[in-house]
């Protein structure tokens, strides 16, 4: 059976701890907004679409379970929700754009003035509610697109991935990004072995890139991130495959720390080197990497594992989440539900309002 990130079935909603990952499957029930806020802050769930899907969904469960007394009421309360939610991880654009659309679709129906209070709540909740399926074909699609890309470039040949961090059915609402690349590619029998890094500090390589490697039986290698450039020269790596927190307008891209330097390496070595996103990733409001705002976490990332100090006592750290990984260096494409992308092809696919079309 694949692996669930969450459940959500007739307003009940739970989603799987990935802090007890591998060791134990726990389910946490999210009852409203400040449930869904705690669980993103403290990194039971993560990964950049998931924790928009995690959002929006905390939103519809909460909103079920309310009545208000008028349309400015409701307004009110999801601008405040929204605005607080967004809130808990900075680097991820997924959080914001559930928060635009949504508005955007509420603000259109209480100034139409055709639906009741009651209609336009149902209408808020459900479309919140979409996130989940649309981000599942969404990775579908994308990850064939990927996929074909690159065995174009190997002719009759299985290929060799190189991916980082976990880009797969813990990270999304199903399928995976980066690593539904990977999965579409072992299905097609075109998967020789897929590596993924350890992803220091956090291992979300190790505990769950691994785990669902193992979990779905795909060929998998676990290497440490510092192993990544000499895998590079003596492993014939195909392709190096990776997800995005987010994708601006140049395509400049912000993901989980270390993928800089693996872009590095890879153009290097001159091995392709993709991100594969999905649009609700992609911020074209943005124009350049450096205007993404970084999220640091706690020093405890690095100097502790699972509370066991594994770092000298009284050692400073610098613990940044992400990197920018500079469009120049994005030399395979960028891969989206509209296929292999340029960095300059970026802003005429995804303008705000195609993004719109696209999800709904
Ligand atoms: C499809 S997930 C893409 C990215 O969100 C992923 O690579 C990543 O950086 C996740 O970071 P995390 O800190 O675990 O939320």
Known sequence: ??????????????????????????????????????????????????????????????????????????????????????????????????????????????????????????????????????????NMTLARHGAEHILARYQGQSVRILTHCNTGSLATAGYGTALGVVRYLHEQKRLERCFCTETRPYNQGSRLTAFELVHDKIPGTLICDSMASVLMKEQNISAVVVGADRVVANGDTANKIGTYQLAVAAKYHKVPFYVAAPGTSIDVNLSSGDEIEIEERPSSEMTAINGVAIAAPGIDCWNPAFDVTPAELITGGIITELGVLAPSQLEDKFTTKDREKKMF
């Open 1 to 138: 059976m694949a692996l669930q990130s969450l459940h959500y079935t007739n307003g009940q909603f739970e989603v799987l701890d990935q802090l007890l990952l591998p060791h134990e499957i726990k389910y946490v029930t999210i009852k409203n907004c400040e449930d869904g806020w705690n669980v993103i802050k403290r990194m039971q769930v993560r990964g950049a679409p998931l924790i928009g899907i995690v959002a929006a969904l905390s939103l519809a469960v909460e909103l079920r379970a309310m009545t208000f007394e008028s349309t400015d009421h409701l307004f009110e309360h999801v601008t405040k929700q929204l605005e607080y939610l967004v809130t808990s991880r900075p680097t991820a654009v997924n959080i914001s754009e559930v928060n635009d659309q949504l508005l955007a679709k509420l603000l259109a129906d209480v100034l139409s003035k055709k639906l009741s209070l009651k209609e336009i709540q149902e209408r808020v909740i459900t479309e919140a509610e979409a996130y989940e399926l649309a981000d599942v074909n969404i």
